[in-house]
């Protein structure tokens, strides 16, 4: 498999730093009023649901924002993962451009682009980002330049089925874009070296499911967020004293 390159943090604008470790700190107020409400993440998604079966979509009809055109499910089907289950994430027709023509899968009105899935442990954390072929998800093929494009889209800003899990949500696009973007482009260079066939064969290939993946940890993430900022403010420092 491709190596998977996430960019170094001392090279990512300051900004983008920020926006990240604001989006984890969004991440754990949300962690955190929930536990103060003996709940959690993947919990607040199956109450009420009924019993949990392996496949089905929770909510049962998916969450969808019709104003960002964002949407994402929870399902579970990886018995040969460490995993209670896991989120999939993604935008839908309506935040496309007439650009993002996909290479296969559905078209026009109906094109929806999956952007990451994010795999939980059985207390409601998360455990891990991966990307998936194209059949995995039925959805509309775009090269991953164009995916990454999108990701700004993604946004639920309701409160069904939970308004804590609809910003944590949004906030883990925000916190874990440079490993998001490192997948997608990952993933494109596995199906270009999957040799066995035509592009159309290759994201067919039920071979082929996981294109790459990615154990996170948001408490060191965030460690590590603050450590690079803390030294690109005292570089600042340095500089202006020379200057």
Same mark, same amino acid.
């Given at each position: 498999?491709?190596?998977?390159?996430?960019?170094?943090?001392?090279?990512?604008?300051?900004?983008?730093?920020?926006?990240?470790?604001?989006?984890?700190?969004?991440?754990?107020?949300?962690?955190?009023?929930?536990?103060?409400?003996?709940?959690?993440?993947?919990?607040?998604?199956?109450?009420?649901?009924?019993?949990?079966?392996?496949?089905?979509?929770?909510?049962?009809?998916?969450?969808?924002?019709?104003?960002?055109?964002?949407?994402?499910?929870?399902?579970?089907?990886?018995?040969?993962?460490?995993?209670?289950?896991?989120?999939?994430?993604?935008?839908?027709?309506?935040?496309?451009?007439?650009?993002?023509?996909?290479?296969?899968?559905?078209?026009?009105?109906?094109?929806?682009?999956?952007?990451?899935?994010?795999?939980?442990?059985?207390?409601?954390?998360?455990?891990?980002?991966?990307?998936?072929?194209?059949?995995?998800?039925?959805?509309?093929?775009?090269?991953?330049?164009?995916?990454?494009?999108?990701?700004?889209?993604?946004?639920?800003?309701?409160?069904?089925?939970?308004?804590?899990?609809?910003?944590?949500?949004?906030?883990?696009?925000?916190?874990?874009?440079?490993?998001?973007?490192? =997948? $997608?482009?990952?993933?494109?260079? *596995?199906? +270009? &070296?999957? %040799?066995?066939?035509?592009? /159309?064969?290759?994201?067919?290939?039920?071979?082929?499911?996981?294109?790459?993946?990615?154990?996170?940890?948001?408490?060191?993430?965030?460690? =590590? $967020?603050?450590?690079?900022?803390? *030294?690109? +403010? &005292?570089? %600042?420092?340095?500089?202006? /004293?020379?200057?």
């Amino acid at each position: 498999m491709s190596a998977l390159e996430i960019p170094r943090l001392h090279t990512l604008p300051r900004q983008q730093l920020e926006r990240c470790l604001a989006a984890a700190d969004e991440i754990l107020e949300c962690h955190r009023v929930l536990k103060k409400g003996g709940l959690n993440v993947v919990g607040e998604v199956l109450k009420g649901q009924g019993a949990f079966y392996e496949m089905d979509h929770y909510p049962k009809d998916d969450v969808y924002d019709r104003d960002s055109h964002s949407q994402y499910y929870y399902h579970a089907h990886r018995e040969d993962h460490d995993e209670h289950g896991h989120f999939h994430l993604f935008v839908r027709h309506g935040a496309m451009g007439d650009h993002h023509q996909p290479v296969l899968g559905p078209k026009g009105e109906d094109r929806v682009v999956h952007l990451v899935a994010i795999a939980m442990d059985a207390w409601g954390y998360p455990t891990e980002l991966f990307e998936v072929n194209r059949w995995v998800t039925n959805e509309s093929w775009l090269p991953a330049d164009q995916v990454i494009g999108l990701l700004d889209q993604f946004e639920i800003d309701h409160a069904a089925p939970s308004w804590p899990v609809n910003r944590w949500i949004t906030a883990m696009v925000r916190c874990f874009r440079p490993q998001i973007e490192a =997948l $997608l482009k990952q993933r494109d260079q *596995v199906i +270009a &070296s999957y %040799r066995d066939g035509s592009l /159309a064969d290759v994201l067919e290939d039920r071979r082929l499911e996981i294109t790459g993946s990615l154990p996170i940890d948001l408490e060191s993430w965030r460690q =590590l $967020l603050l450590e690079t900022l803390a *030294v690109q +403010a &005292s570089a %600042r420092v340095a500089e202006t /004293a020379r200057s």
